[in-house]
């Protein structure tokens, strides 16, 4: 199957962080200068991408709200995901060599998005062992939680011309989370935090607090 | 498309590859060096699978432990006169569980019609004249266990479990030997394991039926009414010439194996035991006592064998005629309640001296119960009955010396004293006294278990050198150093040490000189292998290349996955939950080459890139149309990633689907609804599923041939013609056994059907299938286009997948007969397997990752994730016994153990068959030498027995890690028979067919053809 050349494309949808690969092939090996067509993107390597406001929200969700309330997280979690996003994590990615400015209608479009993930989100966590016809409202509420973890990366994928190449990561990284944490579910323990999603969504907060700093040196 | 013929064949030579002479000598040296290399091959395999095999049974022999067992024999007791009858008649009714006997009522939650309140006669009649008792049976409950328990009073070890397919004559002093021994006459009739324990003591008038054929629900419990109805029920007091009359009815344990107890027929057979129970008590005298019991439960699925509360709970029933005979406790020690969980409970063992001190017996030597407290009717029998019980046991402490801890034999001796001068310390006694033995009966045998280890690990490390390290064209060349090596030590080894043994009798373990064979050919079998290898190698390379092999992306999820699955048995929760993390491992794998295809990350560009291009290079060079494509661009393709993507989604869903059928474990518990039931398997859409496999699998099959255009010449027949009518009556069988099942009132005789049905595709599959798979069936077809008159072009379809196409036809073989031994919602996820396997060869192609550890290991957790959901699990009641029963009546040697290991094993039995189409499928001819594919695919069949082996290993250090908890005979010990049995069938299927006689010859055959 041949490949489809095109000229010169003003702007790409880049799926791989695979550049030199890409690149090659779309220049057909020529040597090109790349900064004006494909802006450096990057997240910069600072405290300020450490997700703080996590940590307290998590210790609210163990030891003071009763009976582990996950829609209760799910309420501040947005917010304050929000608020990350403005005030620390556009501060620290890079475009270009500029920081982007927060871009208001953006941020709403991709609160949709990242509502709108949530379904493609909830699929996978059942096609990974989730009942499938029991505990729904559970497992949305899970992939609700993942999905607004990830809320800052979606809306940075959409500022930085959906280059899912350099944010997947950050997706991973929760993913990740998920997965590890998995581990506590078929113990015997009989505690009641090992219901579903409760250890799961601890899983996705942690694998967040060390993804979103951790990223931006991988 | 008609089938490709001889002429066609040689056209194909003649016009595509013209030979000269002189290569056609080169080819045929070629062929005669690589057949003696791939008998080399199989003598290597076949040693290191034997080294397996020596290991296991090492472990086996020190783990699954035995009781000595002491035959000596209590002898009547002087001056003391004691037993309150003449006569007895005991009913066995085999699986009484403890509920069917209690009245339950109908609102209560956990009441089901067809199990509770048919047998009315056991607790309405409860007066003075009879006890009903819970009935604690001790674990294993499989029937010869709880026989020899109930009339030996002692407990039978897990090892005795194996031998209830032949049991023998039981050796221990035991209370039908005391019976004959005190002249009293004992008439039998019933399950005939009775007549194998007891044989020389029984009277010749005893008539033993057929037990084991579980599908048979009438005839022994008929045969039992009427030879009651001969010598009691019909028969005038006078002429009665019997002491003891024995039944032994299997009606109920047959429906709950067949049905489940949730099922009519359950209600027909409990009417049935209750009137004939009535019969029994309206015939019996005053001097005769009646005692009916269960030998053991059953869990909800109508299985036995465990030690669930379910399994353990029976009923204990006495009767008399005589008033005031039993002396019974409080009401409150009899509550019904929530299916009488509080009711009184007695061990099955205290059967032994309570009958025997009834009866005016000697208590059985071995004995270990205490006589049931009901039984005695005053004080002074009560002193007696318990003197009598101390002294037996405190006699066969001292012979017996089973007690070697001083601190609990001092203990036992303070009990001892306490216990003669007060009635009530008696059981105390007892109780530590059964406790200690228990105890002691885990005895393990260390130097055994160490021995399997170490044989396992050393088999493991042979295995990663030999299959994975060293590079395969180096073990090409080796192989003719590594089999005479190992052939001259192991017969040295066997020389030296057989004469140690027999000279110094040491190691001292070994007993014998077979085990002492055993290990010599162990040990020579190891040695043999490391001489070449480390005549060319050190252990510092070895570690290198091990760190090397990991270093790529892939192997080191592989790793994980194999570490994963490893840790599982770490844990009883993790083991439980085997079914789903297995699932899940598998479905992550597939999430992982989805993200693979999607985002092609960086490091396509560093190991994988370099050998596929390599890869490329070389397969242009066979000139083959198809192959040129996608060489010009990166890897993979636009189009390669879109259908890499396609074959993650197929496994995925596949996987998550077949995953929803399982057959729970009792510890999984609430969290677990099972799907694997025979409502459910014989239930009209499960069967309308079947029916449209039919036509699905051989089209999904096409599929996937149809993407290489191999669907030619004899895939049409094959998959298009055989399977389709093999899957077709196999759907009538089990139309027709679903039939029988749900009809009550059917009156055909369908057996005959039935078995013609199943013989014919055992028959066609495994033999008539197989033999035309010898022939060498193509899967190419020459197209011949006339584009002008001068030039005859022609292209050979299906030419890349040559060795794939006509591999799989193998397989398929075998799925045929493996479909016939599924139950039909298993069918269903065979057919997903089908799928998964199928995706799984495409994805792996695609990655050009065919030599990679991933391959092999995916290809693994396939197999673990089709066992679970197959509706089997690592339990012993989950085992399909029933399916033994498709082929043949009765129980014929090979037949009903074929159908049950296709049924348990067949997911194993088909990865490890179709382990070689990691090498072979996509693989066009004339790329690679006939040598090399063959140490390619010997490379893929050892990395899959790394997986077993890691897993086998695994188990057998964490079951003896966990050798005294609570939960090893029930999770950790079954887990790790079946891990050996695992490791066993996929070595054999591997060894004998995959490399024996399968890749061998096609690949002659192959080469034959297409040979440059």
């Known amino acids: 199957m041949p490949v489809k050349r095109r000229s010169m494309p003003k702007k790409t949808v880049s799926f791989s962080d695979d550049e030199t690969l890409i690149r090659t092939r779309q220049l057909n090996g020529k040597k090109m200068p790349v900064d004006h067509y494909n802006p450096p993107v990057y997240v910069r390597k600072t405290l300020l991408t450490v997700p703080f406001h996590l940590l307290p929200l998590l210790y609210h969700f163990i030891k003071c709200s009763d009976n582990y309330d996950v829609a209760k997280l799910l309420c501040f979690l947005i917010p304050l995901q929000s608020l990350y996003l403005i005030f620390q994590f556009n501060r620290s990615t890079v475009y270009g060599n500029k920081i982007l400015k927060i871009h208001f209608g953006l941020l709403f479009i991709s609160l949709a998005a990242s509502l709108l993930l949530t379904l493609p989100c909830m699929a996978m966590i059942i096609l990974l062992g989730a009942p499938m016809t029991q505990l729904l409202k559970e497992t949305w509420i899970l992939a609700a939680h993942c999905c607004f973890l990830a809320y800052p990366a979606v809306y940075s994928v959409f500022n930085c011309d959906f280059k899912v190449g350099i944010f997947k990561k950050y997706f991973v990284s929760i993913a990740l989370g998920c997965w590890i944490s998995c581990v506590v579910l078929p113990l015997d323990w009989d505690r009641d935090w090992q219901e579903w999603p409760i250890p799961i969504v601890v899983g996705a907060y942690l694998g967040a607090f060390v993804g979103y700093p951790a990223c931006s040196y991988i | 498309m008609e089938p490709i013929n001889a002429a066609d064949e040689m056209s194909v030579k003649k016009s595509i590859l013209n030979s000269s002479i002189e290569d056609r000598r080169l080819f045929r040296s070629r062929i005669q060096r690589f057949k003696a290399t791939h008998r080399l091959y199989i003598v290597l395999m076949g040693s290191l699978a034997v080294l397996q095999f020596i290991a296991i049974a090492f472990f086996a022999r020190g783990f699954l432990l035995s009781r000595s067992v002491l035959e000596d024999i209590s002898k009547p007791v002087e001056d003391v006169q004691y037993g309150k009858f003449e006569k007895c008649v005991i009913l066995v009714v085999d699986a009484l569980r403890f509920d069917f006997t209690i009245p339950v009522d109908p609102s209560s939650k956990s009441y089901n019609p067809n199990y509770h309140n048919n047998m009315p006669v056991l607790f309405d009649s409860k007066d003075e004249h009879s006890i009903l008792l819970k009935f604690i049976s001790d674990p294993p409950t499989t029937t010869l266990q709880r026989l020899k328990g109930l009339t030996t009073g002692s407990l039978p070890t897990f090892i005795d479990a194996g031998s209830n397919f032949n049991g023998e004559v039981i050796e221990e002093d035991n209370m039908i030997k005391q019976m004959y021994l005190q002249n009293k006459t004992v008439f039998f009739a019933g399950d005939d394991t009775w007549d194998k324990l007891f044989q020389p003591f029984l009277s010749p008038m005893s008539v033993p039926y057929e037990s084991l054929n579980v599908w048979d629900l009438d005839t022994v419990d008929n045969g039992v009414v009427n030879f009651f109805e001969e010598h009691l029920i019909n028969s005038a007091q006078s002429s009665r010439e019997w002491d003891v009359l024995i039944g032994h009815m299997l009606g109920v344990d047959h429906v709950g194996h067949k049905y489940g107890p949730n099922h009519f027929t359950m209600k027909e057979k409990q009417l049935q035991v209750n009137a004939f129970i009535e019969d029994i008590v309206n015939a019996i005298d005053d001097d005769t006592l009646l005692v009916v019991f269960g030998d053991h439960g059953m869990d909800h699925t109508g299985n036995h064998g465990g030690d669930a509360k379910d399994e353990l709970e029976a009923a204990l029933w006495l009767y008399s005629k005589r008033p005031k005979t039993w002396n019974t406790l409080p009401s409150n020690f009899y509550s019904v309640d929530n299916l009488g969980v509080d009711y009184r409970e007695v061990n099955q063992i205290d059967l032994v001296p309570s009958l025997s001190l009834l009866l005016g017996l000697p208590i059985p030597f071995n004995n270990l119960g205490w006589p049931i407290q009901e039984i005695s009717g005053t004080v002074e029998e009560l002193m007696q009955y318990n003197n009598l019980t101390l002294q037996q046991l405190d006699l066969y402490r001292r012979v017996s010396g089973v007690i070697t801890n001083p601190d609990k034999n ?252 399982t057959i729970c474990r009792e510890e999984q518990g609430d969290s677990c609804t099972p799907t694997f039931t025979t409502a459910n398997n014989n239930s009209v859409w499960c069967l309308v599923l079947c029916f449209l496999l039919i036509g699905f699998i051989p089209s999904c099959i096409k599929g996937y041939y149809n993407v290489c255009s191999s669907y030619q010449a004899a895939a049409p027949i094959w998959i298009g013609q055989f399977l389709k009518f093999v899957l077709l009556i196999n759907f009538v069988f089990w139309t027709l056994t679903a039939l029988e099942n749900t009809m009550p009132d059917l009156n055909w005789d369908l057996k005959i059907l039935k078995l013609t049905i199943s013989r014919i595709i055992v028959g066609i599959s495994l033999i008539a299938a197989n033999v035309g798979w010898m022939m060498g069936p193509l899967c190419v077809k020459l197209n011949i286009q006339n584009n002008d008159m001068k030039s005859q072009q022609a292209t050979i379809l299906g030419y890349t997948n040559v060795y794939g196409a006509q591999y799989f036809l193998l397989v398929i073989n075998f799925f045929m007969c493996i479909m016939l031994f599924s139950k039909p919602l298993a069918q269903v996820s065979l057919f997903l397997m089908c799928n998964q396997l199928l995706s799984i060869l495409e994805i792996f192609d695609l990655l050009k990752l065919k030599d990679n550890l991933i391959g092999p290991v995916s290809m693994g957790l396939l197999a673990y994730q089709q066992f679970f959901s197959t509706g089997h699990q690592a339990t012993i009641p989950s085992v399909q016994w029933d399916v033994g029963f498709i082929l043949t009546e009765k129980i014929t040697f090979p037949f009903t153990h074929l159908g049950i290991v296709m049924n348990t094993f067949g997911p194993h039995i088909i990865v490890a068959l179709s382990i070689a189409l990691l090498t072979l499928w996509k693989q066009p001819p004339g790329v690679l030498k006939p040598q090399t594919l063959l140490t390619r695919i010997v490379s893929n069949c050892g990395m899959l027995l790394i997986y077993n082996t890691v897993l086998c290993l695994s188990t057998f250090v964490w079951v003896t890690h966990f050798r005294r908890h609570l939960m090893v005979w029930k999770i950790f010990c079954p887990r790790f028979i079946f891990a050996s049995l695992c490791l066993i069938v996929t070595q054999l299927v591997i060894t004998v067919i995959t490399i024996a006689s399968s890749s061998g010859r096609l690949i002659r055959q192959i080469n034959d053809i297409f040979w440059k």
């Open chain 2, 410 to 661: 001092h203990n036992l001796d303070d009990l001892w004293v306490k216990a003669l001068r007060s009635t009530a310390e008696g059981p105390n006694f007892q109780k530590l006294f059964l406790e200690s033995c228990k105890d002691l009966w885990a005895r393990f045998d260390y130097w055994s278990i160490a021995t399997g280890i170490t044989l396992l690990s050393i088999s493991l490390l042979l295995l990663l050198s030999i299959t994975k390290l060293i590079p395969s064209i180096v073990v090409g060349q080796m192989v003719s150093e590594f089999v005479p090596s190992i052939i001259v030590m192991s017969l040295i080894s066997n020389v030296c040490f057989n004469g140690i043994f027999h000279v110094l009798h040491q190691p001292e373990f070994l007993e014998n000189w077979v085990w002492c064979s055993l290990l010599a050919t162990a040990v020579g079998i190891i040695v043999g292998c490391c001489i070449p290898i480390f005549d060319r190698y050190n252990l510092a390379w070895i570690a290198i290349k091990f760190a090397e092999d990991l270093s790529d992306y892939w192997s080191r999820i592989a790793a994980l996955f194999i570490t994963l699955h490893a840790l599982l048995f770490t844990s009883n929760s993790f083991t439980i939950w085997e079914d789903k993390i297995v699932s899940m491992l598998l479905t992550s794998l597939g999430m992982l080459t989805l993200y693979e295809f999607v985002f092609l990350p960086k490091r396509q560009s560093t190991t994988a890139l370099m050998t596929a291009a390599m890869g490329q290079k070389q397969g242009t060079l066979s000139g083959s149309p198809a192959f040129s494509a996608g060489s010009d661009s990166a890897p993979l393709g636009r189009f390669a990633r879109l259908v890499g993507g396609y074959h993650s989604i197929v496994l995925i869903v596949c996987t998550r689907l077949a995953s929803m059928i």
